[in-house]
């Protein structure tokens, strides 16, 4: 079967730098999403990773490797605005969206 | 603003209620899609449609009926529900159906209860 998996909730301080793990196992692979949601909101376009390596973003980055099915989110210089939860999906063989369940993450001052 | 309206944010129905969701999108985006999102599940594809035409259904009871009468409305309408449909429907877009790394955009969703 086809499994994406991202911790379930995720707790840092304001300021500091946490990295989200999202795993994945599927049949065949066109890409990496990454969104983020606000409690009550749309889901939200971050990154989208299809070769190895790391695009970065302003304080967002993704990282993928393709051989490990392995993908991180580095979110830096935290902002209480970033308490959210954050979505990994894959596009299979089919291009049809595997999503995660979602890490959600919160933020201390 | 994500350019994908939905109506109405939030319906409480019961059991034997018709009621329909309603979504447009501003983009002239060709796909559009509804999605099921249950508290700390994955978001559930239900059904796909690329220029009004239905490419997809993920063995989505019939109790659920889309309808896409041009590519900038899709429809959900319900029937007959049961309490474990209670979740938040997800509407979306993208540019075309599934190819590349096109990005779909989300509406905010419609929070449904049923009763």
């Known amino acids: 079967g086809q499994n994406i998996d991202q911790p379930t909730e995720m707790t840092a301080t304001e300021g500091a730098i946490v990295q989200i793990n999202c795993t994945y196992q599927t049949s065949g692979f066109n890409g990496l999403f990454w969104y983020q949601q606000h409690a009550g909101e749309a889901p939200t376009f971050l990154s989208y990773?299809?070769l190895d390596g790391l695009e970065e973003k302003g304080r967002f980055s993704s990282f993928l490797s393709r051989s490990k099915g392995y993908s991180y989110l580095l979110l830096k210089e935290l902002q209480m605005k970033d308490s959210a939860s954050y979505l990994c999906a894959v596009k299979d063989s089919n291009y049809q969206l595997i999503w995660g369940a979602g890490t959600k993450l919160i933020i201390k001052p | 603003e994500t350019g994908v309206t939905q109506t109405p944010r939030h319906l409480v129905m019961g059991m034997t209620n018709k009621k329909s969701l309603k979504c447009e999108q501003h983009l002239g985006h060709n796909a559009m899609y509804w999605y099921k999102q249950s508290a700390k599940k994955p978001l559930e594809l239900m059904f796909v449609y690329s220029l009004e035409e239905r490419v997809e259904n993920n063995s989505v009871p019939s109790r659920f009926s889309p309808e896409c009468p041009n590519s900038s409305h899709l429809f959900l309408h319900l029937h007959t529900l049961q309490p474990e449909d209670s979740a938040l429907y997800l509407c979306a877009s993208s540019q075309d159906p599934g190819t590349g790394g096109e990005t779909q955009y989300f509406g905010p969703g419609t929070r449904l209860l049923v009763l």
């Open positions: 990773n299809v």
